[in-house]
T-cell receptor, first 114, second 116 residues
Framework: KQEVTQIPAALSVPEGENLVLNCSFT??????LQWFRQDPGKGLTSLLL?????REQTSGRLNASLDKSSGRSTLYIAASQPGDSATYLC?????????????FGTGTLLAVQP | GAVVSQHPSWVICKSGTSVKIECRSL??????MFWYRQFPKQSLMLMAT?????????EQGVEKDKFLINHASLTLSTLTVTSAHPEDSSFYIC????????????FGPGTRLTVT
């Protein structure tokens, strides 16, 4: 059974710092991995999707890496801003299929202090 | 593009009543929609998978007679919480899979249900 965990559970940094969020999954036979952002009381916004054949994906100040063999992904946020404050979730499709249901990680609550 | 809406955004109901939540894909056809529940400071837990024109598939531990799901069209799925109790109070989020891009899910803004 696939399990997804994220560390740290919470993180507080001053504005301008670079930071790394971690995501671990127990079954390395994944088709892809997705990072989401969730603002308080809101739905999810997709940030990056990495296919299993890719090592990383970049979007603006965000860079996500994937190491399938070790069951890990990281989300790197450069030059953090107060607007980056949110909960960040990673998710993988269950059972190795591309269109299977998503298994979500436990989330990292990020607070960027101005 | 790829917008999913939910209605209502929040609802308060009395214990014992039923509440219906709608999930719509606004600019794409969704053959599959998913319903999640999220308790405070917890991650999303999948409740059921809804395929257009067929019965929903419920996750283990989710009562199908309590959480009725209907996916009558390619753009609309509904979740009805029947005989709601305070422990059903939660944040309900739906997502939809684009028929043309089946590898991604697009999430709705969520519905906050409070049962008094």
């Amino acid at each position: 059974k696939q399990e997804v965990t994220q560390i740290p559970a919470a993180l507080s940094v001053p504005e301008g710092e670079n930071l790394v969020l971690n995501c671990s999954f127990t079954d390395s036979a994944i088709y892809n991995l997705q990072w989401f952002r969730q603002d308080p009381g809101k739905g999810l916004t997709s940030l990056l999707l990495i296919q299993s054949s890719q090592r990383e994906q970049t979007s603006g100040r965000l860079n996500a890496s994937l190491d399938k063999s070790s069951g890990r992904s990281t989300l790197y946020i450069a030059a953090s801003q107060p607007g980056d404050s949110a909960t960040y979730l990673c998710a993988v499709p269950s059972g190795g299929g591309a269109t299977n249901k998503l298994i979500f990680g436990t989330g990292t609550l990020l607070a960027v202090q101005p | 593009g790829a917008v999913v809406s939910q209605h209502p955004s929040w609802v308060i109901c009395k214990s014992g009543t039923s509440v219906k939540i709608e999930c719509r894909s606004l600019d794409f056809q969704a053959t599959t929609m998913f319903w999640y529940r999220q308790f405070p400071k917890q991650s999303l837990m999948l409740m059921a998978t809804s395929n257009e024109g067929s019965k929903a598939t419920y996750e283990q531990g989710v009562e199908k007679d309590k959480f009725l799901i209907n996916h009558a069209s390619l753009t609309l799925s509904t979740l009805t919480v029947t005989s709601a109790h305070p422990e059903d109070s939660s944040f309900y989020i739906c997502s939809a899979r684009d028929r043309a891009r089946p590898y991604e899910q697009y999430f709705g803004p969520g519905t906050r249900l409070t049962v008094t």
